[in-house]
């Protein structure tokens, strides 16, 4: 996929970049060295094994197109797709999910999550932080006034594996920054196309010139060179301890076999790379299922351009929809022939959904009053729709939920208590989540 645009002209790749800073994510050198400043501050990591794939379509994805269709509503609200029968008896989707509707035995959806705001900036933070903004945030405002899901999963897990705790493929989103936890905590960005050939995850692969011995040549070097200029007894205050210790994490990574062949998707069997559509996002959810088998704790797979105000039903049928149903069907299917679908918790979600009715450009316009949310995984009950938004699809009428209550689940299901109190750096009491109760449905 190209550059996509929201409806403020802003594409994704203008503002954040790999390796720019805490907002726009972190290389691999940078996220650990800050890691090792912050390690005397570091709480005990959660018990829980389950990791998370959340999937962003930022912009908002239709619900009428997606996973609430409303076949018997008049054509201008409707749209141009027909629904389509799914697994589960009486529960149809939109004709450009066939694959999904195949398979809906193994997910559930929830039709009922609902807010007040309208804006991409202030949508994004509700949804990526399970806070609402406290001042108006509009389209092309990049904002995280509150911890993101991912940092303060970052924050309970810490490294694994020599892996992140929080990876976002392929930037980060609006507000999957840390905020106050700090610049540890920011997503370890892994950029580029995964579909391409030669797709190389920067900062953590050999050049191509420095075997591995040369590089175990260097570590002796760097070790050599240090016992000759420290003194053991003011070792303790030295500032260069950090450094040298995210140098040590920083080469396991590089030198462990199990972590690098995490980001070489050329290992995985053709069929498979198939299964999950051989673009873009197809392979960055193979990635994406890579890396939770090998240990990171929470992953973005980030996709642009769902800000569908024009030419909606042709955006569909061009790609967005066959990708969309083809890739997140492609990763159920994949997590649960490897065994691991129990233990890892697949999102997939926008900001809000759209309009009920067509526009005049033939698109839909932004609508926080309804969205589908899918959710599988980490003992989700399959098949399960929950909630519903009325006959037309105007606004969640049944069972209705908030962003805190997504948040509240999503937390609860990786072991980490969503109503603890956190602290910001000038010392206030923040909750983590202000209020909020589980999705009961999901803890069937």
Not at 3 to 30: D, E, H, M, P, Y
Not at 101 to 112: D, E, G, L
Request: charged share 20%; with cysteine; proline share 6%.
């Amino acid at each position: 996929m190209g550059t996509s645009l929201n409806c403020n002209g802003i594409g994704r790749r203008n503002f954040l970049q790999l390796g720019f800073g805490a907002l726009g994510g972190l290389g691999f050198t940078q996220l650990l060295q800050q890691r090792v400043q912050a390690a005397a501050k570091a709480k005990g990591t959660s018990t829980s094994n389950v990791n998370c794939i959340l999937i962003w379509l930022d912009g908002g994805p239709s619900h009428y197109e997606t996973f609430d269709p409303k076949p018997e509503a008049p054509s201008d609200i409707r749209g141009e797709f027909k629904s389509i029968p799914t697994a589960i008896p009486g529960v149809h989707f939109s004709e450009m999910m066939p694959q999904l509707a195949k398979i809906a035995n193994k997910f559930a959806v929830v039709r009922s999550i609902c807010h007040k705001d309208p804006n991409h900036g202030g949508g994004n933070h509700y949804l990526m932080t399970g806070s609402p903004t406290p001042v108006p945030v509009g389209c092309g405002s990049f904002v995280s006034f509150h911890p993101s899901l991912g940092s303060m999963v970052s924050q309970e897990r810490g490294v694994r594996n020599g892996l992140p705790g929080y990876v976002s493929l392929p930037q980060m989103t609006r507000s999957g920054g840390p905020s106050f936890l700090g610049a540890q905590h920011s997503p370890f960005v892994i950029s580029g196309d995964p579909s391409q050939k030669g797709f190389r995850v920067r900062d953590v692969t050999l050049p191509p010139d420095i075997s591995e011995g040369r590089s175990q040549t260097r570590k002796g070097l760097l070790s050599s060179l240090d016992r000759m200029r420290r003194i053991q007894e003011a070792a303790a205050e030295d500032p260069l301890l950090g450094f040298d210790e995210s140098y040590k994490q920083g080469f396991n990574l590089l030198a462990s076999k199990d972590a690098q062949a995490a980001f070489d998707l050329s290992k995985e069997p053709e069929a498979i790379r198939k299964l999950y559509g051989e673009n873009d996002f197809g392979q960055r959810l193979l990635l994406a299922r890579r890396l939770s088998e090998v240990g990171v704790s929470f992953t973005v797979a980030y996709w642009g351009g769902w800000d569908h105000h024009r030419t909606l039903f042709k955006t569909f049928r061009d790609g967005y929809g066959h990708k969309l149903d083809q890739g997140v069907s492609g990763l159920l299917i994949d997590l649960e022939q490897r065994g691991m679908l129990d233990s890892t918790l697949v999102v997939c979600l926008g900001e809000f959904g759209r309009t009920p009715k067509v526009n005049k450009d033939g698109g839909r316009d932004h609508w926080p009053g309804a969205m589908s949310v899918l959710m599988a995984g980490a003992g989700i009950p399959g098949g399960a729709i929950i909630g519903a938004t009325d006959p037309k699809g105007y606004y969640a009428s049944d069972n209705i939920y908030t962003p805190e209550d997504f948040a509240v689940s999503l937390y609860t299901k990786l072991g980490i208590d969503p109503h603890q109190v956190l602290h910001t750096t000038s010392g206030r009491p923040v909750h983590l989540v202000n209020g909020g109760r589980t999705i009961k449905e999901l803890f069937v």
